[in-house]
């Protein structure tokens, strides 16, 4: 078919893409503002896309797959509509064409689910399984998001929030999950819902699909998980995980990630990246022993050991002596703190200078507005830009980052500064960096999108304080 996306320009679009390409059909797609890696990702898969929308690329369409991110009034979606051309949501595509026949080992959860995919889909490739992969992002080796299953599991990433803009529900109810890994459950898309009872409505429904002879997965730590779990347990078998606990695969003693006596060594760190792993390894184990794999958890832990990370989380852009710059994809309050923690303990000799851009849906609202001032312990400076768009949400509804500025250190212990833009910020940032001459830091920059293409720049910066 040709087969065209609107909003090709997210991660999760452009891998979709990809792997209709590679299906045999003619892919072409359509965005505003596409950035690095996925511009120059569809672009090296020789797949076309137009900058901005407009109704006469649908011309001879057979299908036109629409983005969660694009809503009516957009050129092209009323084109769809008024001309009656064939359309549904990535996900209802990844249901229809990718997905049939397998056995799909979904992973949700407000936190860890990009990484836990990986992860899975990284154990059972290295045990031989031969899964599929869909998730919204890149390895740090460059593997993309996505491979077709040549075997009977796949793995995908199942995120909460809304299909489509005719389609309200959970994207991850479309997956119907042998397998369901639920890693955390917090109050999280605040555009969308109104509280976390709606959330935990959706993760509801996507236990219920659970087959009997399926699993679901779910960390202790979260009570409502645990709730929801209790209550499907008529139809759903579940099993509670935690890292670093008597039961645990994975635990930490005296300085090393261990298993049993086995000492490990990953390219990940911190408790939540832990625990990411903790819950693969089980669910992978348990696939492995269905399968009749031999020594099933030597080859998991083997396999965990090369793990190589993912882009955007943990990803160290630069390393010398006395700087380290880190990129991380954290946004909502919780992430940020842990991501905090986890950093500061690898590097416990650096002064950390942590840069935040509210740049998600939720944080731009003031919902966490406390929350955030507690989220930034750990930093000995602080930067917070404006979020990123003022227009998105009315003034009454938006978080108040100057507000914020002025709690972090009295709840945070942290020097903070407002700045306008990403700009401003590095104006900033050089001025005070001369404080640190003869000091070891670490910048990290954390993001749910491309904070204004800062990163070059911090690297240079770094690179001039060897």
Not at 101 to 106: H, L, S
Not at 421 to 430: E, G
């Amino acid at each position: 078919m040709k087969i065209h996306l609107i909003g090709i320009g997210g991660i999760a679009m452009g891998n979709l893409a990809s792997m209709l390409r590679s299906l045999g059909h003619e892919v072409s797609g359509s965005d505003s503002g596409v950035y690095p890696p996925m511009s120059e990702k569809l672009k090296d898969w020789g797949i076309p896309y137009g900058e901005g929308f407009d109704p006469a690329r649908l011309k001879g369409k057979d299908l036109v797959v629409i983005g969660n991110a694009i809503s009516r009034g957009n050129a092209e979606v009323e084109e769809v509509l008024n001309s009656g051309i064939m359309y549904e949501s990535m996900s209802s595509a990844l249901e229809r064409y990718v997905l049939a026949d397998k056995k799909v080992v979904v992973v949700a959860g407000t936190h860890g689910k990009t990484t836990t995919t990986f992860l899975i889909h990284h154990l059972l490739k290295e045990a031989g399984l031969k899964p599929g992969l869909f998730v919204g992002g890149i390895r740090q080796d460059g593997f993309p998001g996505f491979e077709f299953s040549k075997g009977k599991y796949f793995v995908i990433e199942g995120d909460e929030y809304d299909t489509a803009f005719f389609d309200k529900a959970s994207k991850f109810l479309h997956y119907k999950p042998t397998y369901a890994v639920l890693n955390a459950l917090d109050f999280d898309h605040a555009d969308i819902f109104k509280d976390i009872g709606e959330i935990e409505t959706m993760f509801s429904r996507l236990l219920r699909l659970i087959p009997g002879n399926g699993k679901a997965y779910y960390w202790s730590g979260a009570s409502n998980l645990r709730r929801l779990c209790k209550e499907a347990s008529k139809y759903v078998r579940s099993e509670a995980f935690e890292f670093n606990r008597k039961d645990s695969v994975l635990s930490w003693k005296k300085g090393n990630l261990m298993s049993g006596h086995r000492v490990l060594r990953t390219r990940f760190f911190g408790d939540h990246n832990y625990r990411n792993a903790e819950v693969a390894m089980r669910v992978c184990e348990d696939i492995l022993e269905k399968e009749n794999v031999p020594s099933p958890k030597t080859v998991l832990l083997d396999a965990l050991e090369k793990f190589p990370g993912v882009k955007r989380r943990q990803e160290i852009l630069f390393e010398s002596a006395r700087t380290v710059v880190i990129e991380d994809f954290a946004h909502h309050p919780v992430a940020v703190e842990e991501t905090i923690k986890s950093v500061r303990k690898v590097f416990p000799e650096h002064k950390l200078i942590s840069l935040f851009e509210p740049r998600s849906a939720t944080s731009h609202r003031n919902v966490f507005q406390k929350e955030y001032s507690y989220a930034f312990k750990g930093s000995a400076v602080t930067f917070i830009t404006e979020i990123f768009n003022l227009k998105k949400v009315t003034k009454e509804n938006r978080l108040d980052v100057k507000k914020l500025i002025l709690k972090l250190p009295k709840h945070s212990g942290t020097l903070p500064f407002y700045c306008r833009d990403p700009k401003d910020l590095i104006v900033k940032l050089r001025k005070i960096l001369p404080q640190f001459v003869g000091e070891k830091i670490l910048i990290l920059a954390m993001s749910n999108g491309a904070f204004g293409g800062i990163y070059p720049t911090l690297k240079e910066i770094a690179e001039s304080r060897k």
